[in-house]
């Protein structure tokens, strides 16, 4: 578990999700979230006639969905609902008080998370927004696996 000051980066939030599962699924969720509007309703060309543009346009079957969506279904109840935290946090649906937005979280957990978060608009902007605003940073981690 990790545990983080708001203003300090000094132990005082505690974590259950590792501040590096985050920012990776923050990383997927972006690849994910980059996705466009199906255009190409008959892909039966060749991919490289297409310049495979096909691969920017969210499909039902895509995978980078679906890997987001079993990154967050492997996940324990507790980072489930820390994640889901820091999305509310980061969204500014909740004051900056970390324990109540984690015990709503907590109150709201079901087995639908990874189709909940997987649906909201701009997930990874408010992962990356409540981890900013708890005085955490993907950056460190990005330049590491960019």
């Known amino acids: 578990m990790t545990r983080f000051s708001k203003q300090t980066a000094e132990p005082d939030i ?13 990383m997927k969720a972006r690849e ?4 466009d509007v199906e255009t190409d309703t008959d892909p039966g060309s060749n991919p490289s006639d297409d310049r495979e543009i096909d691969v ?17 279904s492997d996940l324990s109840i507790d980072e489930q609902i820390d ?17 109540s937005v984690r015990a709503e979280a907590a ?13 909201s608009p701009l997930l990874a902007d408010h992962l990356s927004d409540g981890l900013s605003i708890l005085g955490l940073s993907c950056s460190d981690y990005e330049l590491q696996h960019l």
């Open 14 to 26: 505690e974590l259950s999700i590792p501040l590096e599962k985050v920012c990776f699924i923050i």
């Open 32 to 35: 994910f979230d980059a996705k």
């Open 56 to 72: 920017l346009e969210d499909r039902a079957d895509d995978p980078a969905l679906e890997e987001l969506a079993a990154l967050i």
């Open 83 to 99: 994640l889901v935290a820091l999305a509310w946090l980061g969204r500014e649906e909740y004051p900056d008080d970390w324990e």
């Open 107 to 119: 109150r709201a957990h079901n087995e639908h998370t990874a189709a909940y978060l997987t649906g």
